[in-house]
């Protein structure tokens, strides 16, 4: 299911990153996506990021990771999200170990 929204997303906007990751038994584990408008716009932003976790309670058990950046008019503004099965160190050090090539790779100053 989540390959399809993944494939779905770069369809429909090219310029959007995901990655995923499962463990040995092919059991979900991290997934991380950046939309296009949040990628194309980066430039425009506050070089400040402020990130945070938020537990999932519904059937699909795990933990939102987000980070958000402000924009030049001062708005909150979304920039990645990540899906990981739990919050510990092992999904915010795959956060971070994504994130941080990421943000070097669009920043363009």
Same mark, same amino acid.
């Given at each position: 299911?989540? *390959?399809? %929204?993944?494939?779905?997303? #770069?369809?429909?906007?090219?310029?959007?990153?995901?990655?995923?990751?499962?463990?040995?038994?092919?059991?979900?584990? @991290?997934? %991380?996506?950046?939309?296009?408008? *949040? #990628?194309?716009? /980066?430039?425009?932003?506050?070089?400040?990021?402020?990130?945070?976790?938020?537990?999932?309670?519904?059937?699909?058990?795990?933990?939102? #990771?987000?980070?958000?950046?402000?924009?030049?008019?001062?708005? &909150?503004?979304?920039?990645?999200?990540?899906?990981?099965?739990?919050? +510990?160190?092992? *999904?915010?050090?795959?956060?971070?170990? &994504?994130?941080?090539? @990421?943000?070097? +790779? #669009?920043?363009? /100053?």
């Amino acid at each position: 299911m989540l *390959s399809a %929204f993944s494939d779905a997303l #770069i369809r429909n906007n090219l310029v959007t990153y995901t990655t995923e990751e499962a463990d040995d038994d092919g059991q979900f584990k @991290f997934y %991380f996506m950046a939309l296009a408008a *949040s #990628i194309d716009a /980066w430039n425009y932003y506050v070089p400040v990021t402020s990130v945070d976790g938020a537990v999932i309670k519904n059937k699909y058990l795990g933990t939102l #990771i987000s980070a958000c950046t402000v924009d030049g008019n001062s708005q &909150i503004v979304p920039l990645v999200f990540d899906v990981v099965d739990s919050e +510990n160190d092992l *999904s915010w050090a795959w956060f971070f170990e &994504i994130l941080r090539p @990421f943000l070097g +790779n #669009i920043m363009k /100053w």
